[in-house]
Nanobody
Framework: QVQLVESGGGSVQAGGSLKLSCTAS????????MGWFRQSPQNEREAVAT????????YYADSVKGRFTISRGNAQNTLYLQMNDLKPEDTSMYYC??????????????????WGQGTQVTVS
């Protein structure tokens, strides 16, 4: 069982930056694919960025390419999302998620088994 806890959300002006963190409070995530997803009341949950176990493979949604960077610190059992040049359309609840690594890295929310509670990001 893996429990994920996000932090780092908040309110920022357009053009600003935030760094989200996700720590596995129980269990190790070294052998898990991980990702950041977001969901707003009007939209379905979508993948923002995902990362393989070693970090050698990543996926980014087109809307965040060049602005967001996903990384992981396996020694710290932590996933990060550096968000730069934030836009009002980035406003959403952001979730960290993980699933046991097999096959190709997925960006489908339904493939992810463990989820955090979410952290709100508001860009004005």
């Amino acid at each position: 069982q893996v429990q994920l806890v996000e932090s780092g959300g908040g309110s920022v002006q357009a053009g600003g930056s935030l760094k989200l963190s996700c720590t596995a409070s129980t269990g190790s995530v070294v052998a898990y694919y991980m990702g950041w997803f977001r969901q707003s009341p009007q939209n379905e949950r979508e993948a923002v960025a995902t990362i393989s176990t070693t970090g050698s493979t990543t996926y980014y949604a087109d809307s965040v390419k060049g602005r967001f960077t996903i990384s992981r610190g396996n020694a710290q059992n932590t996933l990060y999302l550096q968000m730069n040049d934030l836009k009002p359309e980035d406003t959403s609840m952001y979730y960290c998620a993980a699933y046991w690594a097999y096959g190709r890295l997925s960006n489908k929310p339904s493939d992810y088994e463990y989820w955090g509670q979410g952290t709100q990001v508001t860009v004005s």
